[in-house]
């Protein structure tokens, strides 16, 4: 019988000004290594521009000093360190994804497992999605875009997508000016925020 591999762990950081952010999610990270210890990945946002590195491995072997510094300085970053539940453990495979639609970029890294996973790929696939993994975080991605489309704003969006994908998740997502957590109705993924004394979240 093969152990439970549920365990991924998603960080972010808002910060009022730019500054290393890229260093306090690997910070993060690096905290939540006991999780998972197949993938990880970055991604900064320096005023609407991301920058990502992702790869499989661990957090002190896929972001050496130098690798850090290419992400630059952001006033948001996201983070994600995985165990594969859905999909293969293959790069590809890492997170967090970014995606590029008519109204931006967004990049999303999700904790969890949705019991509509496949039934909501089927619909999107059908309405002419191309998927470039085979998780459950590019589902949520895509269905988070549609919503966008007609929604007012990136957080009626996610709220929108929240009612169509079921299942027991967290989220992190860093549209171009926000950072956004959220986590399934019934809590069974942990989530938690806090402050850090600069004013950080």
Not at 37 to 59: A, H, M, P, R, W
Not at 101 to 117: C, E, Q, V, W, Y
Not at 122 to 132: C, K, T, V, Y
């Amino acid at each position: 019988m093969s152990n439970l591999r549920e365990e991924c762990g998603v960080f972010g950081v808002f910060s009022g000004e730019t500054n290393d952010v890229a260093s306090t999610t690997y910070y993060g990270l690096f905290a939540l290594q006991h999780r998972c210890q197949e993938s990880c990945g970055i991604v900064v946002n320096d005023d609407g521009v991301f920058t990502d590195y992702k790869d499989t491995g661990l957090v002190n072997d896929v972001f050496t000093p130098n690798i850090i510094d290419r992400l630059g300085e952001g006033n948001i970053a996201i983070g994600h360190v995985r165990y594969g539940t859905t999909g293969s453990s293959e790069r590809s495979n890492a997170q967090p994804i970014v995606v590029n639609h008519i109204k931006g970029k967004m990049a999303l890294a999700h904790n969890g497992n949705l019991t509509n996973s496949m039934e909501l790929r089927a619909e999107l696939e059908s309405r002419g999605s191309i998927f470039q993994t085979t998780t459950d975080s590019e589902v949520i991605a895509y269905i988070i875009v549609q919503e966008r489309l007609k929604a007012p704003s990136i957080e009626a969006a996610v709220s929108a997508a929240m009612d169509r994908i079921v299942g027991a998740y967290s989220l992190v997502i860093s549209s171009p000016s926000k950072l956004i957590a959220a986590r399934d109705p019934n809590g069974f993924r942990p989530l938690c925020m806090g402050h850090l004394k600069d004013g950080s979240v």
